[in-house]
């Protein structure tokens, strides 16, 4: 029997009471599928319901076949080593006693003499270079994602489900595992917002508010159907809102054609010559049409509405964040930034940047790139001036504002609009207002308190205070795309595109820097530059 996994009725709610799954149906073949929808929408508790990890309210969930698990993160104890993930510790002790001779006869014929061969094989296809014995708390959170995959890789499972694999994971380590993805024969259930890995996968399952559907083929191909989709969602809803000011007008005719045939009949009443009880018998059949018209207008005028309400929530499900911003004014040829000579660090003697000299003039688009550990971070904090160059100088010619990966900048237990307030205070209440329904917080959304909101509606919210009223001529960002759904990743790539100033990103993400219009990029390799 192929091996697979089919979900049958499942029902899941948060400890909350929010249903997450209702009467939930999913089927998952030995192919690669992508799980993507936006953040909270249910995909890491899928992967725990097909685990194992949590059990579903209601329904079944059948697995024909052998699971290996990804976590997005996972707790190691101090003691415990590479070869502990891979499960192959005392497998590997007996080697080592074989090769000192002290194995017993019977311990040698069990030995599996390939062992470190295999071992070896699997972290090398995750570009992982390190030895059994390494101590896992040793290991940064990239290298323990690629030292996890390799452990996946060695088992051999018929069903691999990844959450989040490439988060925290370097160029080279991201590359690493869209090959090991694209070279992988079995099933596999990946929850990512990678979109050049899921350029590799077979099929995409889209988990919305409306429930779950599948795509076959590519993110490329998700993407297209997902184009013709919004296309006839935007149909329907002009069809509905046609239909509405049809039934509208059909009412009103019909209300005037009874009210002039009342007219008319009470006029030939006050004339006299109709009897008492046909007027009693005209009267009734009038009320009896005028209140059969109004309830058929009203189920028209019904059905109308809840045909334009699903399509407006169709499209508001598929419809991508677009937005206008002002200008900044940023002159093309203004100097904006310059590090001449800078040698910079933590430890005393030990640098992490050496002798680091660039510029930046007007709007120019700067994403800064190199491999975990290689000064990226260490650069941006020189720019704001957290930290200062042991030699060199640093030189910022602008306004500027930074936006890390926690938003740090806005008040956590302030709303949205009184954190756009603080930051933009020449900005009126209607500025203010006007500039967050720009970023999709309208009216009670602007109201929400920011420790409340998911990761990509904590970065819309920086982006939205930073440049809904008065955008700083630099925007400088570091790894903006961590953690955040595709949805809210197409929606800070659709804000950055409107904005007219200087960029400078740190980013491992490919497809984002290419959709935000990268036009340079500052290579770092450690201790100086490169490129």
């Not at 936006?403 to 302030?414: E, F, H, K």
Request: aromatic share 4%; charged share 25%.
């Amino acid at each position: 029997m192929p091996a697979s996994i089919t979900l049958s009725h499942i029902s899941w709610a948060a400890p909350d009471g929010r249903s997450l799954f209702s009467d939930l149906d999913l089927s998952f073949g030995t192919e690669r599928t992508g799980l993507v929808g936006r953040n909270g929408v249910g995909k890491t508790t899928l992967l725990k319901l097909v685990s194992g990890d949590l059990r579903p309210q209601s329904g079944t969930i059948a697995v024909g076949g052998s699971l290996g698990v990804l976590r997005q993160s996972v707790q190691v104890a101090a003691d415990e080593t590479i070869a502990d993930l891979f499960g192959v510790a005392g497998a590997l002790e007996l080697l080592h006693r074989a090769g000192t001779g002290a194995a017993t006869a019977d311990e040698l014929a069990s030995a599996d003499w390939m062992l470190e061969t295999r071992i070896a094989a699997a972290l090398n296809r995750t570009g992982l270079d390190a030895e059994p014995q390494t101590p896992l708390a040793a290991l940064s959170g990239g290298q323990r994602t690629r030292a996890g995959l390799a452990a996946l890789i060695f088992a051999e499972p018929d069903f691999l489900l990844l959450d989040e694999p490439t988060n925290n994971l370097d160029r080279d380590g991201r590359e690493a595992v869209i090959a090991l993805i694209s070279g992988w024969r079995a099933g596999a259930i990946i929850v990512s917002h990678d979109r050049e890995l899921l350029e590799n996968v077979d099929a995409i399952v889209e988990l919305t508010s409306l429930g779950a559907a599948r795509y076959g083929g590519n993110w490329s191909h998700y993407r297209e159907r997902k184009a013709l989709e919004l296309a006839a969602a935007e149909h329907d809803l002009a069809d509905a809102e046609r239909r509405m000011a049809e039934v509208a007008r059909k009412a009103q005719a019909t209300v005037e054609r009874q009210a002039h045939r009342d007219r008319a009949g009470r006029k030939m009443a006050a004339k006299g010559g109709i009897p008492r009880i046909m007027l009693g018998g005209m009267k009734e059949r009038s009320e009896t049409t005028g209140g059969d018209n109004a309830r058929l207008a009203e189920r028209r005028r019904t059905q109308a509405l809840e045909e334009a309400k699903a399509a407006r929530e169709k499209i508001e499900i598929l419809q991508p964040l677009s937005v206008k911003l002002p200008s900044t004014g940023l002159p093309a040829n203004k100097m904006i930034l310059k590090m001449d000579g800078v040698t910079a660090g933590y430890q005393p003697g030990d640098p992490i940047i050496r002798d680091l000299s660039f510029d930046m003039t007007g709007p120019e688009r700067i994403a800064v790139i190199g491999s975990n550990g290689s000064g990226k971070t260490t650069l941006l904090s020189l720019v704001t001036g957290e930290l200062k160059p042991w030699a060199g100088t640093v030189g910022v010619m602008t306004a500027f504002t930074m936006l890390d990966q926690t938003v740090s900048l806005l008040d956590p237990s302030a709303s949205i609009r009184d954190n756009f307030r603080r930051i933009n205070p020449q900005a009126d209440e209607n500025t203010c207002r006007a500039a967050l329904a720009r970023f999709m917080f309208r009216a009670d959304a602007a109201l929400q308190v920011v420790s409340t909101l998911s990761g990509g509606q904590l970065l819309r919210a920086g982006l939205a205070c930073t440049l809904g009223a008065a955008p700083p001529p630099l925007l400088i960002l570091d790894e903006p795309t961590n953690h955040l759904d595709i949805d809210s990743i197409a929606a800070v790539e659709a804000g950055l595109r409107a904005y007219d100033g200087a960029l400078l990103v740190v980013s491992h993400d490919e497809t984002f820097l290419e959709n935000i219009g990268i036009t340079r990029r500052l290579g770092l390799h450690g201790a100086g530059p490169a490129g």
